[in-house]
């Protein structure tokens, strides 16, 4: 059995779960919804677990998928973003607008994220 971290503020979805038993077989989920501030952070949340699959920020996804920060397979969920047919009050701003809900399309592993920045 293979144990995943689900370092996210949602709830892995019945789909998600479906598809990552289809590619690692038996899995067990490790829920970890606190915010985390580098890629360390993630390693210990993780360090229990087979795969690490992430909701991050560019910056934290390039230090873990780093071989010399990590060896664990880190991996995300890609979704399309489709609209339900209902509208909502956008709390912020007040403005009605379109619901859309996620749709689980497929999970992708990491392997490199380049990030070149220029100070302003």
């Known amino acids: 059995?293979?144990?995943?971290?689900?370092?996210?503020?949602?709830?892995?979805?019945?789909?998600?779960?479906?598809?990552?038993?289809?590619?690692?077989?038996?899995?067990?989920?490790?829920?970890?919804?606190?915010?985390?501030?580098?890629?360390?952070?993630?390693?210990?949340?993780?360090?229990?677990?087979?795969?690490?699959?992430?909701?991050?920020?560019?910056?934290?996804l390039a230090d873990l998928t780093s071989p010399r920060n990590n060896g664990k397979p880190v991996i995300r969920a890609r979704a399309n973003r489709v609209p339900t047919g209902n509208t909502i009050i956008n709390p912020a701003t007040g403005k009605e607008e379109t619901e859309y809900r996620f749709q689980h399309v497929a999970w992708e592993r990491v392997i490199k994220v380049d990030i070149v920045v220029e100070k302003l």
């Not at 996210?8 to 077989?25: A, D, P, V």
């Not at 501030?37 to 909701?55: F, I, M």
């Open 1 to 60: 059995m293979k144990k995943v971290l689900w370092l996210s503020r949602h709830q892995m979805t019945k789909e998600q779960i479906e598809n990552l038993e289809r590619i690692y077989g038996e899995v067990e989920i490790k829920n970890f919804d606190k915010s985390v501030s580098d890629w360390k952070d993630v390693v210990e949340a993780g360090a229990d677990c087979d795969v690490l699959a992430v909701v991050l920020t560019p910056a934290i």
